[in-house]
């Protein structure tokens, strides 16, 4: 993508340009599975790639469209007929998945975007689908700004990075949003230029959200520049914080970290970014304690007294040569897998069960592993070693078939590219290769 496409700059691109720009820098051939909802935004995504493909031509992109419906409002299954009705049209492929199950009484937005997700990481898989694309415009970078600033405690600088121009989603696709460049009055201009019809969802007047009621706060505003810096400053931070891992962190047997004194005497902001994700990652987390807790740690570190301190379920253990942190030995709770099943346990371990038994999973508690070099401090290890999982199937440890990686919590579900560089290098240090890289030249 362009510049531009990467910064979401104030200065908005039309939908035929910001698609053209995606289609450029899009590593070929390529299958792209759009995420159609039937609103303006994926339906002008949808048909400017489409006309775009014709036009240039591009004879090595394929394209499909899909339709997620969340089971939450009774005229979604006619609005997914619409669409398919639409595609048909251009002879464009579309697929409906329907969100089944029961849904949480709280959060389900959040909730509805991760399944969301999942069925179209499921689909793309299931046609082949290198990238799937969905439509985040200006508008919705400003509410997404807007919204994070009314969280942010006084005092706290910067306006964030916004929504992210791409994200791979579980390890497995990544997901770009090539109209985070283009305004939603363009596109809904561009539709009716082309005489394409769009739906309006009910839930985007539905108060109750908070997106809603910052959208309509903007919309009595005179529209502003988009403050966000593009991810620039963070992509720089997380480069900066991979050159600080390879220097300073040894991982022990993905259990015990060691971060040598001499770590936090640089930048502040590299240390606070590393040690933060590298808490989370330790504790089974997908964010790294607040704030407050990780000003509370610095502190401890740097003021040299050897001692322990915890947050966010990690012990932080200061020795004379070395910060060490392992997952504290307590709240862990044990979990039984039957043949054949993958889960996360503790947040920290990805499993699967390839035996024919049931394997029971808990912390290993007094059962010191072996697992460790002979120098390191012997309390440091034994904390780590209880924390460490212990399978069985059938009461022994022998008859337990399960293959069990590490799982990075606060990357290994939703990793922005603007975390890539940090990610990829604390996934080798856990012994996993790197992360897939995006399909795009320009990032």
């Not at 964030?160 to 121009?165: E, K, Q, R, V």
């Not at 022998?398 to 975390?419: G, I, S």
Request: proline share 5%; with cysteine; charged share 25%.
């Amino acid at each position: 993508m362009s510049d531009d496409a990467v910064t979401a700059a104030a200065t908005a691109l039309m939908p035929e340009a910001a698609a053209a720009d995606f289609l450029h820098s899009l590593v070929k051939p390529a299958h792209i599975l759009v995420a159609i909802s039937g609103g303006s935004d994926s339906t002008g995504l949808l048909i400017a790639l489409a006309e775009q493909i014709k036009s240039l031509p591009y004879p090595d992109i394929a394209l499909s469209a899909a339709t997620i419906d969340h089971g939450l409002r009774a005229s979604a299954a006619d609005e997914a007929l619409n669409v398919a009705a639409l595609c048909a049209s251009r002879d464009i492929p579309h697929f409906v998945r329907r969100w089944e199950g029961e849904k949480p009484k709280s959060a389900i937005m959040a909730a509805a975007r991760e399944a969301r997700y999942e069925l179209l990481a499921d689909l793309a898989s299931e046609i082949s689908a290198d990238v799937i694309v969905t439509a985040h415009t200006v508008d919705d970078q400003r509410e997404t700004i807007l919204m994070r600033a009314s969280r942010r405690r006084e005092g706290e600088d910067g306006v964030g990075t916004g929504i992210s121009d791409a994200l791979l989603f579980d390890r497995r696709i990544w997901i770009v949003r090539p109209f985070l460049v283009c305004r939603r009055v363009d596109i809904r201009d561009y539709l009716d230029k082309h005489a394409v019809s769009w739906l309006d969802d009910p839930s985007n007047e539905d108060t109750r959200f908070e997106r809603v009621r910052t959208r309509k706060k903007l919309a009595q505003e005179t529209e502003a520049a988009v403050l966000a810096d593009g991810g620039a400053n963070r992509t720089a931070l997380s480069g900066s914080a991979a050159s600080w891992l390879d220097e300073y962190v040894t991982i022990h047997a993905n259990v015990l970290c060691a971060i040598d004194r001499a770590a936090f005497s640089g930048d502040a902001a590299v240390v606070t970014y590393a040690l933060s994700s590298l808490a989370a990652v330790f504790g089974g987390e997908v964010y790294g304690p607040g704030r407050q807790q990780m000003e509370r740690i610095l502190d401890f570190v740097k003021a040299g007294q050897p001692g322990r301190r915890t947050a966010g379920g990690v012990v932080f253990d200061l020795r004379r040569d070395s910060l060490y942190l392992m997952r504290e030995s307590r709240n862990i709770e044990p979990m039984t897998l039957m043949p054949g099943a993958k889960a996360i346990w503790d947040g920290r371990f990805e499993l699967v069960n390839s035996g024919s038994a049931p394997i029971r999973v808990q912390a290993r508690g007094a059962q010191l592993a072996k697992s460790f070099p002979p120098d390191l401090p012997k309390g440091a290890v034994q904390r780590a070693s209880a924390a460490m999982p212990l399978i069985a199937a059938n009461g022994s440890e022998e008859a337990a078939a399960a293959a069990v990686v590490p799982h990075l919590a606060p990357f290994d579900r939703f990793l922005t590219r603007f975390d890539l560089i940090f990610a990829n290098r604390l996934s080798v240090a856990f012994g996993r290769e790197a992360y897939m890289r995006p399909p795009l030249s320009a990032l």
